[in-house]
């Protein structure tokens, strides 16, 4: 077998609005609009780079199946510089960019191969004028995929050929990602192909290593539920047939969460100047990467009085917003999330038996449960009666995180409100 080097990457995700964010700086504005274009920039730079024999995109090309005209040019351009370098592409539209809503044609360059939606289709890559590597794959039709996909996928026999599958799905069952083309890790492994290049699910998820059935993300954060670097893998393969992975950060925005504990906070000025020596810090560890980032103020102490107050949050975004303006790169913060508790013994105050005590256990109990998302659902039924109270409370478009947050909200409301009334 002959060795090689190809790149697997998925959910480029080209145009994609930043969820959660209404920017009032200029900079910062263009720099959220652009960024899904700059990231996959840096993916094929980094395919000449590292000189990769091919690359597999699995699916989730554009965000929307009315992409725009300006982001399916770009993603011309960009695989006509790889056609220049004699490097291979090979395409599955997942259910975001589906083939049966195209908008708009493009002549794709030589040596691009975009997976039909009818049967799974499968292209020959040879190394040094030998065959050595067959990609397997098969597109979205449309964006609700309900076919059993995996079944079509058939491995060829030969030893010398190194075997890729290429398939937009949810294996394992993730959650909060839709339950397109739902499959275990065990079903893909005993199918026989030697590597599967999946795609739909936005964390790096390495599920099996023999054979290597890998999720490799989405290219560039979209929002604070996915933080930490994004990228793509670089896959090596031996003349044995023995994989190796190498994760590159292409990102060029990237999401954090900053929590901070008020404990040791006597002074509002104090817990500014934490806040602002912390950004500064953020933004040399990131180097020339901008950050977006969340601050969630926990624990308790005696600023929390003044943090709960009417407009306090709000108070301190722009405060802290101002003080950051002059970091370079930069540094947003899209929200100051206020999470902090009362100084109250809790264990004591739920055993008072007034009304205050019942909803604390209330809360825990909800806690408790297996599904925080059903009790909650079964508690706010009579609102979701209302239609318009439906559509502003739909729960399916908040993860568990989130759920927990808003009881925490609730529980801390209530100790606001039945303490202070005495």
Not at 53 to 64: E, H, K, M, P, T
Request: aromatic fraction near 8%.
């Amino acid at each position: 077998m002959k060795s090689f080097r190809f790149i697997h990457a998925s959910d480029l995700h080209l145009g994609a609005p930043f969820r959660g964010i209404s920017a009032e700086q200029g900079d910062v504005a263009s720099a959220l609009r652009d960024a899904t274009l700059k990231a996959y920039e840096n993916l094929i730079e980094l395919c000449r780079r590292k000189k990769a024999n091919f690359v597999v995109i699995a699916g989730d090309v554009y965000n929307a199946a009315d992409r725009s005209i300006k982001t399916q040019l770009a993603f011309r351009d960009g695989l006509a510089s790889l056609a220049l370098k004699g490097i291979e592409v090979f395409v599955a539209h997942g259910n975001h960019d589906p083939l049966q809503e195209w908008i708009a044609s493009l002549s794709w360059p030589e040596g691009v191969h975009v997976f039909g939606s009818t049967e799974v289709e499968e292209f020959t890559v040879k190394i040094d004028h030998v065959d050595a590597v067959r990609v397997y794959g098969i597109s979205y039709g449309t964006k609700h995929e309900n076919r059993n996909l995996l079944k079509k996928f058939r491995a060829d026999k030969d030893p010398a050929i190194f075997r890729i599958s290429v398939l937009h799905c949810n294996c394992g069952g993730q959650v909060g990602h839709d339950p397109y083309v739902p499959c275990t890790v065990r079903q893909l492994v005993e199918t026989g192909f030697d590597y599967w290049a999946l795609g739909h699910v936005h964390e790096r998820l390495e599920l099996s290593a023999d054979p290597h059935v890998i999720y490799p993300g989405n290219t560039q954060g979209l929002s604070i539920r996915e933080q930490g670097p994004r990228g793509c893998y670089v896959v090596d393969v031996d003349e044995a047939g023995e994989v190796s992975l190498e994760f590159c950060p292409l990102d060029v925005i990237r999401w954090k969460t900053l929590e901070m504990d008020i404990e040791n906070f006597q002074t509002l000025d104090a817990l500014d100047t934490f806040i602002t020596d912390t950004l500064e810090t953020l933004c040399e560890q990131e180097g020339d990467r901008p950050v977006v980032c969340r601050i969630r103020l926990t624990g308790s102490g005696p600023l929390y009085p003044g943090l709960g107050r009417v407009g306090a949050e709000k108070d301190l975004l722009s405060r802290v917003r101002d003080t950051v303006l002059k970091l370079e790169p930069f540094v947003y913060v899209e929200k100051v999330e206020n999470l902090c508790r009362p100084e109250l013994d809790l264990a004591r105050r739920k055993q008072e038996g007034d009304l205050l005590a019942e909803l604390l256990k209330i809360s825990d109990e909800i806690r408790e449960t297996s599904s925080v998302r059903s009790e909650l659902e079964g508690c706010l039924s009579e609102l979701f009666e209302n239609p318009g109270m439906r559509k502003r409370l739909d729960l399916d478009e908040i993860d568990d995180a989130e759920l927990h947050q808003s009881l925490d909200s609730a529980e801390r409301l209530c100790i606001d409100l039945l303490e202070s009334s005495g």
